[in-house]
């Protein structure tokens, strides 16, 4: 209830905000809200409805919430996910110079076991290292620049999140960054706050899949042990046959990667994308009561 000069007035009797309008049980910006009415004589427009509610024009400018983590905000996630996006586009080009390396080493290694020893091939095998080189800075400095961008999305569209679900998160949001650094946890902890974020941005009418979300996740964490792999079995080479397994291992973890940075880049749009349209649809409307 709110008081006011003449006594005590009712809240609205659906969103709880605001005082009802006299002589009724909404809020102006409810009544708006409400569709037409619809007589005999064909539909009726509110008397209220020329002042829209403010939410659907501008989603990104509501007052935070309450949530059990603590207060909660829309920010448009929108630019942040096009960066990601860019970003694992560079990660899969730079990935590719690393496949290209990858061949290179192969052959040069192929033609050493062979026996096959000239200028050429010597030629070669420089040629060889220096694309590993090239490859291996172009990585380095793409996946650090699409990490710290990545995080700062994944933090932002969990505390989204809450504004949509208040009580769907199993974790607390500083997992969104924290759970990525954190040994064995690491594993999981990602994956599980990115379904809860999935979860409260799906449509209404129609909840999300988690196939993308899932196949994301598997192809990371098997780019993730494959190169590791790779990275040690090249590093202790010494022998050609040593240096041809390399080769292939670092190959099939380099290949790997670019379909993991391109399903990477589809989930960060698509639940960038449920999220602007959750933001813009505004508020849901709530269940008829039936008596």
Not at 33 to 48: F, K, N, W
Not at 139 to 149: C, D, E, K, S
Not at 225 to 235: C, I, N, V
């Amino acid at each position: 209830m709110f008081r006011s000069h003449g006594g005590f007035t009712m809240n609205c009797a659906r969103c709880g905000n605001h005082a009802a309008a006299p002589g009724g049980e909404l809020c102006r910006r409810c009544e708006a809200a409400r569709p037409h009415q619809v007589t005999d004589a064909g539909p009726v427009a509110d008397p209220l409805s020329a002042a829209p509610p403010a939410y659907p024009r501008a989603p990104y400018t509501e007052p935070p919430i309450q949530s059990p983590h603590g207060p909660a905000w829309l920010r448009s996630p929108v630019a942040l996910g096009r960066t990601v996006a860019i970003l694992l586009g560079a990660v899969a080009v730079a990935d590719a110079v690393a496949v290209w390396a990858d061949l290179a080493l192969l052959d040069v290694s192929d033609r050493l076991a062979g026996g096959d020893w000239s200028v050429a091939l010597e030629n070669d095998s420089d040629r060889a290292d220096g694309l590993v080189a090239l490859a291996g800075v172009l990585q380095t400095l793409t996946y650090l620049a699409t990490i710290v961008v990545f995080l700062v999305w994944f933090h932002r569209v969990r505390v989204n999140a809450e504004v949509f679900a208040p009580f769907g998160h199993r974790k607390k949001r500083g997992w969104a960054i924290g759970g990525w650094f954190v040994p064995v946890v690491n594993l999981w902890f990602p994956r599980r706050i990115a379904v809860d974020c999935w979860d409260a941005s799906s449509p209404w009418e129609k909840p999300r899949s988690h196939a993308l979300v899932n196949t994301w996740w598997t192809l990371w964490l098997l780019s993730l042990f494959a190169g590791e792999a790779g990275d040690r079995t090249y590093l202790r080479a010494e022998e050609i046959a040593e240096y041809r397994l390399a080769a292939r291992q670092m190959l099939f973890a380099d290949s790997l990667e670019i379909v993991s940075a391109v399903f990477a880049a589809l989930f960060v749009l698509a639940l960038t994308r449920m999220q602007d349209d959750r933001a813009r649809s505004g508020p849901r409307e709530p269940e008829p009561v039936t008596v």
